[in-house]
């Protein structure tokens, strides 16, 4: 069974894959870098064991090493993700891809310098809701896609410095990468509103006014979808959102981000009556697992994995990192080095992602002017 060795970069939230590479069956030799030594340490003991790096310079200079994911902060995605493609490593980065136009041109121009894969690792695209309403899709359940909306609440206060007023838009890409995924196409242009005010505190990083942002999107084929995105000074409980509403049926994720979405079917009007008939069932989410190599089912239900009886622990999709994504996004990107292809998420869907939340930001701050999404 080939294997490949994998460098983990950042793991303050990049801990919770590193017993993931631990475990999977086609990762050989895991490194792990943080710059906080004593979580370093902490994170090599909880797993069992890992090789501990000194620095990312030594991660980029270590022949040894195949593949880095980098969970590191949003200010360095970018020159990061272009150091390790240009050292000749496969790399995953966690979101968004960069936070500028310019900065995703370089990471694709590496990424093709490099003859590596690049891939962004957006965990909605890998969760319960998103493979159920996929199936919706695919077995014609859900009928023809009318229109999408994504959702993303979330109050940033407290958060390290850079978080400080960030453009809501360009850390929108969990409220539109599913858009885009079951759009089977990209956006090609963006109309946006930023509505709100912040302490004068938050404006200053980033000149960027609005607490609250809003966008409708223009999708190639066709397709249109909405997308809002909050991080300060807004009261709404947590939510990663995912709306689909189809010409047989609708996927409505619940209040909350771990409520079980609302499945709407449309029925034909009964004889004499008006209008057509709907009917709504809260619908608990399945565990996808099985898509997995066993020896990563139980990161699909984090804690709540029961070793002594499996099977049935992993009933319920529930308890995983991200709705049980993070397994899912590991197996993609260790599936994409090994079988020699390019990892679903790769350079130009990750950009299609991030540009379309650059470009919308850049429209609310132009009071909702059009703008075309760029290429890649």
């Known amino acids: 069974m080939k294997k490949i060795n994998v ?46 790096a000194s620095s990312f310079e030594e991660i980029l200079s270590d022949p040894t090493v195949d593949a880095v994911h980098l969970v590191t902060p949003i200010p360095y995605h970018a020159e990061q993700s272009v150091k390790v493609l240009d050292a000749g490593k496969h790399c995953a980065c966690t979101v968004p891809m960069a936070t500028s136009l310019e900065d995703i041109q370089k990471i694709v121009d590496a990424k093709r310098r490099s003859g590596k894969n690049y891939m962004m690792m957006e965990t909605t695209l890998y969760t319960y809701q998103y493979f159920y ?38 850390y929108g890409t969990h409220a539109i990468a599913p858009m885009i995924g079951l759009s089977d196409s990209r956006i090609e242009k963006v109309s946006c509103l930023g509505s709100g005010t912040m302490d004068e505190s938050l404006t200053k990083q980033y000149g960027n006014p609005f607490p609250v942002e809003s966008a409708h999107f223009t999708f190639a084929n066709g397709l249109k979808g909405e997308a809002t995105r909050s991080l300060f000074e807004t009261a709404r409980m947590y939510q990663e959102g995912l709306f689909v509403y189809g010409s047989k049926a609708s996927f409505e994720w619940g209040f ?11 029925y034909p009007p009964a004889e004499n009556s008006r209008g057509g008939r709907t009917e709504t069932v809260i619908q608990e989410m399945p565990n996808y697992y099985d898509k997995l190599p066993e020896e990563l089912w139980q990161f699909t239900v984090g804690a709540n994995y029961d070793p002594l009886n499996p099977q049935k622990s992993l009933m319920k999709g529930s308890g995983g990192g991200h709705h049980g994504s993070h397994p899912h996004l590991v197996h993609e990107f260790v599936s994409s080095i090994i079988e020699d292809r390019k990892p679903w998420i790769d350079e130009v869907f990750g950009a299609n992602i991030t540009a379309a939340g650059i470009c919308a930001h850049e429209s609310a701050l132009n009071d909702g002017k059009v703008i075309f999404v760029p290429e890649f």
Not at 148 to 165: F, I, K, T, V
Not at 256 to 266: E, R
């Open 256 to 266: 909350a981000d771990h409520d079980n979405p609302y499945i709407t079917k449309l």
């Open 133 to 170: 309403v996929s199936d919706m899709l695919s077995s014609g359940e859900l009928g023809r896609i009318q229109f999408l909306r994504g959702s993303h609440y979330q109050a940033m206060e407290g958060w390290p410095s850079y978080w400080d007023g960030l453009p809501p838009m360009w």
């Open 7 to 52: 460098a983990l970069v950042g793991l303050g939230f990049g801990g919770a894959f590193a017993g993931i590479y631990k475990a999977h069956p086609n990762v050989g030799e895991l490194t792990i870098f943080d710059t906080d030594e004593d979580l370093t340490k902490r994170t090599s003991d909880f797993i069992g064991g890992a090789r501990i």
